[in-house]
């Protein structure tokens, strides 16, 4: 499917008749069924999500490809888990690591190609587990099984993070001159006939143009990117494009001012030029959305109110569904309130947002859970794979909201215990008892850098 876009608009003999049919057996018999394949590990997920993201692409599908980011989202930081770029599959083995690892790579250049940096997340964190894999195949260690060369994603990396963003990149440079022309592998590889030197010394370019959503009435803080070319460079609008109102374009490529336009998606057109003249031109895709509403709720007071079901929940419950067993009040979210070793909990109250804005939630709870603020599903984590609960990743997977300052509907749902159930061989041997107790609810504010946890004194009932 990764390919099939180019041969659509490039091969004169493409029939659009046979592509309506290909695509209708696509959608009934491979697509919903792997739309519901939650429940496994490691690099099932990635090459699953892979091909949800090649599959919006090939048909235009802008939902689709959100549900694609979504996963991204999760997946990456879950098999790049550690900064110093191991992968959590290297403790299966190397064969699994480096496949799981160039479906994230095939979802950076989709991206890429689609105007969104993927590449970067975690601060280039798919950039370290280039280099640690690739060092450790070159090293010819047997601390990990099957350590094997697959040709399946060093070109494509190091095309991006040397050759466009000028990055040394020495172990996986080495994988290359060793091993020379990628072949195919599977559903992974030809990554010297796809990219090679493709972007080397490429003039300047414009990159990551498809923004994150912005939110009207708040200030916009987006700042375009270039690559390739000579510095310094300048930027101004394109030729017969206007701004969203309210905005402006520095020539340092920062966009000022408060947003004023009604919500909506906006395109226009962006210009760089460097200092030997050089120009590149791109239409940007700016959504902007509506904040949430905050309420206006008297007679609140400080904590939240929970209701405990004798059974973990086989599915999200929902905010408003009977739940029958203990009720009662606590000061925050806690486990503390049932004594039980499996259960599920649910919290509800009002949370209390300082500001206009972007919120960026992490949970961190040893089991299932969905978060819900107003009417909005912000996270719904009621899959299989309990690696996106383990430390090192729960705070690296954040979720996005926009809200009006002042008091919101607030739900979390979590299980407790059996979190067992889900390991098998040979993922035991990671320390998946540090999540037991686990329940936090972090964010970081619109004037915020750095995620914390949300204060006790944020939360608040309503007499029911």
């Not at 009040?329 to 500001?355: C, H, Q």
């Amino acid at each position: 499917m990764g390919k099939c876009k180019l041969l659509k608009y490039t091969y004169p003999k493409w029939d659009p008749k046979l592509e309506k049919r290909f695509m209708a057996g696509w959608d009934k018999e491979f697509l919903s069924v792997v739309r519901k394949r939650d429940n496994h590990q490691g690099n099932w997920m990635t090459a699953i999500s892979a091909a949800f993201m090649s599959t919006a692409i090939f048909k235009n599908d802008n939902a689709l490809l959100s549900l694609s980011l979504e996963r991204f989202n999760v997946y990456m930081p879950v098999n790049a888990i550690y900064e110093s770029g191991q992968s959590i599959e290297v403790s299966r083995d190397l064969n699994h690591a480096q496949v799981g690892i160039a479906s994230l790579i095939q979802m950076s250049e989709y991206g890429w190609n689609q105007g969104v940096d993927l590449y970067s997340k975690l601060d280039n964190r798919l950039a370290a587990t280039l280099e640690f894999t690739a060092k450790e195949i070159l090293s010819g260690t047997d601390k990990w099984r099957d350590n094997e060369y697959k040709p399946v994603m060093y070109e494509m990396g190091y095309n991006h993070y040397h050759n466009r963003m000028g990055m040394e990149m020495p172990y996986t440079k080495q994988i290359i001159d060793k091993h020379g022309v990628e072949n195919i592998y599977q559903c992974w590889g030809l990554g010297t006939f796809l990219k090679g030197k493709i972007d080397e010394n490429k003039p300047v370019t414009i990159y990551g143009w498809r923004f994150d959503p912005v939110y009207r009435g708040v200030a916009c803080n987006i700042k375009m990117k270039s690559y390739g070319g000579q510095t310094p460079v300048k930027w101004s609008l394109g030729s017969s494009t206007k701004l969203p109102s309210g905005l402006s374009l520095q020539s340092n490529g920062s966009f000022k001012g408060k947003i004023t336009a009604s919500a909506g998606i906006y395109k226009f057109k962006v210009k760089v030029t460097d200092r030997n003249g050089i120009v590149d031109e791109q239409q940007c895709i700016m959504e902007i959305k509506e904040l949430k509403n905050s309420k206006n709720v008297r007679g609140t007071k400080p904590g939240l109110r929970y209701e405990i079901s004798a059974k973990p929940f086989s599915k999200d419950p929902g905010v408003e569904s009977e739940i029958d067993g203990k009720k009662g009040y606590a000061d925050n979210l806690t486990f503390d309130v049932a004594k039980t070793k499996e259960y599920g909990l649910r919290f509800s109250g009002y949370i209390e947002v300082p500001e206009d804005g972007k919120y960026v939630f992490f949970v961190g709870a040893e089991n299932q859970h969905c978060l819900y603020i107003g009417d909005t599903l912000v996270k719904n984590e009621w899959m299989g794979d309990p690696r996106a609960r383990l430390k090192p990743v729960w705070q690296n997977i954040g979720y996005e909201i926009g809200l009006e300052a002042g008091k919101h509907p607030f739900c979390l749902i979590v299980n407790n215990g059996n979190y067992k159930r889900h390991f098998r061989k040979p993922w035991d041997k990671w320390d998946f008892g540090s999540m037991r107790g686990v329940l936090q609810l972090n964010w970081i504010t619109p004037s915020g850098q750095k995620q914390k946890p949300v204060s006790t004194s944020a939360y608040s009932t309503a007499p029911k």
